[in-house]
Every structure is written in structure tokens, then in C-alpha cells.
């Protein structure tokens, strides 16, 4: 059978289609030359060319059994993901300082946490310069043939690190410290920020002192609480009822403080 070789038609409604089906050869036959025949949509040689320049390549496909690797893509807007990246590190930051290390007491170059001996803190922060102490008495196998009395020690030290610093108050039990907390900001000298409106129902007798030093008279009244969580178990605290005088001079009206384990619970006024 002879082969012709056709121009492709000018007309662009004309097709041409082959009819004929490849067959196959085990001879090997030498380079054919490039085709010069239209293909199925009558694009000549040079158009092919130029069109699949044009047009966008499929993508490779991979070898038998090969698969894959589609990295996931996260369509929106980019100023959107930085700001979203924003936002965690500041939430890293605010977990950073939240963390039981950034709240722990500094003393000088060296930190104070739960669990120091009270000889400890004393060695790094120095003397506080007020204390509260009270104690406890637990009572363990009431009404048994075996009793046992426990007496348990409570302390509250506070520091003063400045104007610039909150007060600090730690509390100790049996001489471990047990619990840290802040109070209102420091003062250059203790007792010399002290006014009339500087006394405050529910604040912290230690706070009272920084501001206005210790009391011209201070009366003491105590009371005790038994408590019995369970069967067998009691607890007695002294509750400490305290009345603290702070005076202001010549026509001015005195201070008197109610305070109670450690807090003024009632502020009232006194002629002279």
C-alpha cells in the first residue's frame, strides 16, 4: 500500500480522519522523518508547535506504583497567617510569664520558691519588716485509747523592696514556705506614706504598717475556734482580734483599726 502525504486543508470546518490501524513489526526500522501530516483537528506541523508552546503543560506521570506527595496549602491571605502567627507568640509570651518561675521571689541575683526554709529566705531577702505568727493545735484519735496533738506554726513575713516594687507577703507553716503574694506598691521608708484615706477596709495589716509604721496603741484579744473535719479530728486556732490606734495630731480625728488574723475588717473614728 503506498502512502500519500495531503496538505492540510485551509478550511477550518475540514477534518480529516485515519481509518487505518497501527500494526506492529519485530523488524526495527530506521528514524522517520518528521510528519508533515495534519493531525485529527487539521493543525498543521508549525501550529502544533506553537500551540503546545501555548498552552499549559499536563503534569508527569509518575512510573507504576509510584504515589504522590501533595504538601498541604493553606489558601487566604498572607497578612491574615502573620497576624495569626502574631498573636501565638504574644500568647507564648503571656504563658512565659504566667509560669511558676517568672512569679517566684527574687532576693538580689537568686529566687525564692515553696518549699525554702524559712532560714533560707531570711539568708537571701534579710529581716521582713513585720511578721504575724499564730499556731494551731490538731488533735488526731479524740475519744481513742491513743491521742495525738500536733502543733502546727504559722507564719506571715512581709517585704518591702521600694516604691517601685509590689509588697510582698509569704507565708510559712512549721518554717516552709507555703504561699507567695503581692500587695499594693512599696514605699521609700516604712510608716512614710500615711493618711487618713489611706486606711481601707479588707487590706493587709502588713500594708497598713508600710504605710503608716505600727500603731500608738495596739490591744490584743484572742478567741479560739475548734473545728472537726471528721470523725476523731480537731482542729483549735486562736483567732487573733486585734485594735490598733493611729493618731494624727492636734484636731485631727484618731484612727481606730479592727483587725482580725492579720486583716483590718472595720476603720472607725475617735475624738481625742
Known sequence: ??????????????????????TSSHRSSPAA??????????????????RAAAEPRAPARLPSGAQAVR???????????????RRLALLALGLAIASPSAQALRCG????????????VRARCGEPYWAER????????????????????????????????????LDFRDGRLVHESTLGYGVDEIGSDCSPNRFAE??????????????????????????????????????????WIYEFGAGRLTRSVQVV???VIEVSLEAD
Not at 504538601?71 to 502567627?85: E, K, Q
Not at 490538731?138 to 516594687?165: M, S, T
Not at 496603741?217 to 486585734?242: C, F, H, K, N, Y
Open 1 to 22: 500500500m503506498r502512502s500519500s502525504t495531503r496538505a492540510c486543508p485551509r478550511s477550518a470546518s475540514t477534518t480529516i480522519r485515519s481509518t487505518m490501524r497501527p
Open 33 to 50: 522523518p518528521a510528519s508533515t501530516t495534519c493531525d485529527r483537528r487539521g493543525v498543521a506541523p508549525g501550529q502544533r508547535a506553537r
Open 71 to 85: 504538601f498541604p496549602s493553606r489558601p487566604g491571605n498572607p497578612m491574615r497567617s502573620s497576624s495569626t502567627a
Open 109 to 120: 541575683n537568686r529566687l525564692v520558691s515553696d518549699g525554702e526554709h524559712d532560714s533560707d
Open 134 to 169: 499564730s499556731t494551731r493545735i490538731e488533735i488526731i484519735g479524740r475519744d481513742a485509747p491513743v491521742e495525738l496533738q500536733r502543733e502546727v506554726e504559722f507564719e506571715a513575713w512581709y517585704y518591702n523592696f521600694g516604691p517601685r516594687q509590689l509588697l510582698r507577703r
Open 202 to 243: 479588707g487590706m493587709d495589716a502588713g500594708e497598713l504598717v508600710a504605710r503608716c509604721g505600727e500603731p500608738v496603741s495596739r490591744q490584743r484579744l484572742t478567741d479560739t475556734i475548734v473545728r472537726r473535719p471528721a470523725p476523731g479530728i480537731e482542729q483549735w486556732q486562736g483567732v487573733r482580734r486585734e485594735q
Open 261 to 263: 488574723d492579720g486583716r
